[in-house]
T-cell receptor, first 115, second 111 residues
């Protein structure tokens, strides 16, 4: 079956521009996570959606970052007025639910480069 | 904030050697997972451990969860070039369902 897909796979943008990153989770997965991975760093949690509950935005680094999840499926992460420090790989993951036995399935990521 | 420290950060070995990667924390986790990530791909789950003292084996990989559920180790026997990748541990606990990831161990196995 189809896994988690993300688009674009690579994005190069100029400082100050806005970017949108897309995530298509596995069908039927109610939980969706966004992470950021910088070189030499682990995965930094950004935002979490679970069903119809209010998203957990506690990991968003600034108000330039926002995310939506439409219809409980596709999610878009938006970064406004991009900065060079935003350059990283942005990973999306989905899971059937939450709990200590959850399994997250990751997409291949979007590599964002801000010049 | 729960932190997970992984060691070593980098490991370069020859095919056939054994290795152990460690994941340590001062916090207690209800579960701990190990992932492997290859270049250009997202992490792929290898195993989940939930019971203190638990040992799980996956072919040449042996995972152990510490008795106090604060640490874990991954041991690879007779490493192969296909084992090359970034190994990440992730813990869930403290009442949150958001996993905390370590920085990873980058493993290179030379033929």
């Amino acid at each position: 079956g189809a896994g988690v897909s993300q688009s674009p796979s690579n994005k190069v943008t100029e400082k100050g521009k806005d970017v949108e990153l897309r995530c298509d989770p596995i069908s039927g997965h109610t939980a969706l996570y966004w992470y950021r991975q910088s070189l030499g760093q682990g995965l930094e949690f950004l935002i979490y959606f679970q069903g119809n509950s209010a998203p957990d935005k506690s990991g968003l680094p600034s108000d330039r970052f926002s995310a939506e999840r439409t219809g409980g499926s596709v999610s878009t992460l938006t970064i406004q007025r991009t900065q060079q420090e935003d350059s990283a790989v942005y990973l999306c993951a989905s899971s059937l639910g939450t709990g200590k036995n959850y399994e997250q399935y990751f997409g291949p990521g979007t590599r964002l480069t801000v010049t | 904030t729960q932190l997970l420290e992984q060691s070593p950060q980098f490991l370069s070995i020859q095919e056939g050697e054994n290795l152990t990667v460690y994941c340590n924390s001062s916090s207690v986790f209800s579960s701990l997972q190990w992932y492997r990530q290859e270049p250009g791909e997202g992490p792929v789950l290898l195993v989940t451990v939930v019971t203190g003292g638990e040992v799980k084996k996956l072919k040449r990989l042996t995972f152990q969860f510490g008795d106090a559920r604060k640490d874990s180790s991954l041991h690879i026997t007779a490493a192969q070039p296909g084992d090359t990748g970034l190994y990440l541990c992730a813990g869930v606990g403290g009442g949150s369902y958001i996993p905390t990831f370590g920085r990873g161990t980058s493993l290179i196995v030379h033929p």
